[in-house]
C-alpha cells in the first residue's frame, strides 16, 4: 500500500450549493464535484428527485434540499441549512432553469414572466442569498448558467434568449460588484446538451417519431454546431468546475462558450 494518501481533489475542503442538481447539467456538476472532494448540497425543486440523486452519493459529501429559486424565503432556508450543516459556503451553482419555445406573438404575459422567474429571478435571488454568506465567509466563486441563447438569437425563443442573455449580463456586472469582497462571479454559455431539458419539449417528441429516434433529432439539432454533436452533461460540468475551483482564482466577469464553436 502507498505511503501517501490520495492527492486532495480539485475542490477539497470546499462547499458547495448547486441548484437544478436533480437533472442534467446540475446533476452532472454535483456529481463531479463530489468526485473532486467538495461537500454538495445539491437543491431542486424537484425534491424527491433530488433526494434519489443525493442518496447515491457519499454521504458525508452530499445533502438534498428542496428549493424554488423563484421563492426568496426558500433561499433564506436554503443556505441558512447549508451553514448549519457545513458552516460556510465556498461555491455556487446557479444552474436552475427552464426552456421555453413559442412563437413571440403566441407567447402569453404569464409564460413571459415563468421564463425570467426561473431563469433570471432565479439567479438573482442566488447572487443576493449566497453571494452574502460568500462574503461572510472571505469569498468564493459562483457560476451561473447562461446559454449560447443568451448570444445568438433562436427565432421562438425570444424569452429564453432573452432570459439568458440578462443572466451573461447580471453575472458581469456582479463580478465587478463582488470583486473587493473576493467573491469571483462567471458565467458559462453551452449550446446544446442532450439533457432532458430537450425531451420536455413538444417539438421534440414530434421530430422523434419523424426521424426515428432521438439520436436523429440530436444530430439534425446540431448542423449549425461546428464540432457537429451536441455536448454530453460531463463536458459542461468540467468547464464549471474550472471555474469553480481556485484554479481560475484570476478569472472573474467572465464568460465561458461550452459549444463546439457555435457562437464563433
Ligand atoms: N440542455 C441544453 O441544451 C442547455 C443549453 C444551454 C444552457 N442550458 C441551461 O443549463 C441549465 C440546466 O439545464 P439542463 O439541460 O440540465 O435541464 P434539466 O431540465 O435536465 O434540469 C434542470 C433542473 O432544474 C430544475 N428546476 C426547474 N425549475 C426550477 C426551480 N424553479 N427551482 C429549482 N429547480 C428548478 C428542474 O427540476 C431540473 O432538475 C439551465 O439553466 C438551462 O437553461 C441548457
Redesign the pocket.
Given at each position: 500500500m502507498s505511503e501517501h494518501p490520495p492527492p486532495p481533489g480539485r475542490l477539497a475542503g470546499k462547499v458547495a450549493l448547486v441548484?437544478?442538481a436533480?437533472?442534467?447539467?446540475?446533476r452532472a456538476v454535483a456529481e463531479l464535484f463530489v468526485r473532486e472532494g467538495a461537500r454538495v448540497a445539491l437543491?431542486?425543486?424537484?425534491d424527491e428527485?433530488v433526494r434519489g440523486v443525493a442518496g447515491s452519493l457519499p454521504e458525508a459529501q452530499a445533502c438534498a434540499l428542496a428549493?424554488?429559486?423563484?421563492s426568496e424565503p426558500a433561499w433564506e432556508a436554503a443556505v441558512t441549512a447549508v451553514l448549519a450543516r457545513w458552516g460556510r459556503l465556498d461555491i455556487l451553482i446557479n444552474?436552475?432553469?427552464?426552456?421555453f419555445g413559442q412563437p413571440l406573438t403566441e407567447t402569453s404575459l404569464a409564460d413571459w414572466r415563468r421564463v425570467m422567474a426561473?431563469?433570471l429571478d432565479?439567479v438573482f435571488l442566488g447572487l443576493k442569498h449566497g453571494g452574502a454568506a460568500l462574503r461572510r465567509g472571505g469569498g468564493g466563486s459562483i457560476v451561473n448558467?447562461a446559454?449560447?441563447?443568451g448570444i445568438k438569437p433562436a427565432p421562438g425563443a425570444a424569452a429564453y434568449c432573452a432570459s439568458?442573455a440578462g443572466v451573461r449580463m447580471l453575472s458581469r456586472t456582479a463580478a465587478l460588484e463582488f470583486a473587493s469582497a473576493g467573491i469571483r462571479v462567471n458565467s458559462v454559455s453551452?449550446?446544446?446538451?442532450t439533457?432532458?431539458?430537450?425531451e420536455?419539449m413538444p417539438f421534440f417528441a414530434e421530430m422523434a417519431a419523424k426521424l426515428g429516434g432521438t439520436a436523429a433529432v440530436w444530430a439534425e439539432l446540431s448542423k449549425d454546431v461546428p464540432l457537429r454533436r451536441f455536448a454530453d452533461?460531463g463536458e459542461i460540468a468540467q468547464g464549471i468546475l474550472y471555474l469553480a475551483s481556485d484554479e481560475s482564482r484570476f478569472v472573474t466577469a467572465a464568460d465561458l462558450a461550452l459549444d463546439g464553436g457555435y457562437t464563433a
Open positions: 441548484t437544478g436533480a437533472s442534467g447539467i446540475g437543491a431542486d425543486l424537484a428527485l428549493l424554488d429559486v423563484t444552474n436552475a432553469g427552464i426552456s426561473v431563469n432565479g448558467v446559454s449560447a441563447s439568458k453551452p449550446s446544446g446538451v439533457t432532458p431539458l430537450w420536455s452533461a
